[in-house]
């Protein structure tokens, strides 16, 4: 099976659990209220010949960009997000992309998967999961 091309602009469509997500990631209660309450944009450029992939979360409250190449670990840098770092690997299982975040926070990561023109994206840290689909602009 040949993994699909995620490049193009996606725009959140639904999400769930994100505030108990965001909690288990000790994000105060402020923030997390202000953070659910963001329609985040993600731009994804993706060259499946060379497993090369840059996403960028886009909110008017900040930004964030993930450069990294499937199958390479890599330092990350989560300030934006949480204010830690974490060894980060993006891997292939099948046609999904599962990226595993360690360091401080235990099951730490992420699944994204194409239905459609729907981006899925499954957050999860500390048994607590947290889900958003994002619609792909025409």
């Known amino acids: 099976m040949s ?3 995620y490049s193009g602009t996606y725009h959140l469509a639904e999400q769930d659990n994100m505030d108990s997500y965001l ?3 000790d ?3 402020a923030l997390r209220k202000i953070v659910c309450l963001l329609k985040p944009t993600k731009e994804i450029s993706h060259d499946p010949a060379t497993g090369t992939m840059k996403i960028r979360t886009v909110t008017t409250l900040k930004n964030f ?3 990294f190449t499937i199958g390479k670990e890599f330092t990350e840098d989560l300030g934006p997000v949480d204010g830690r770092t974490c060894q980060t690997t993006v891997s292939w299982e099948g046609d999904k992309l599962v990226c595993v975040q ?3 926070k235990e099951g730490r990561g992420w699944t994204h998967w194409l239905e459609g023109n729907k981006l899925h ?3 999860r840290v500390q048994g607590v999961v947290a889900k958003q689909v994002f619609k792909k602009e025409d």
């Open 27 to 29: 994000i105060n209660f």
């Open 121 to 123: 994206l499954e957050m």
């Open 65 to 67: 960009n993930m450069d």
């Open 3 to 5: 993994q699909p091309n």
């Open 102 to 104: 360690r360091g401080e």
């Open 23 to 25: 909690a288990a990631l």
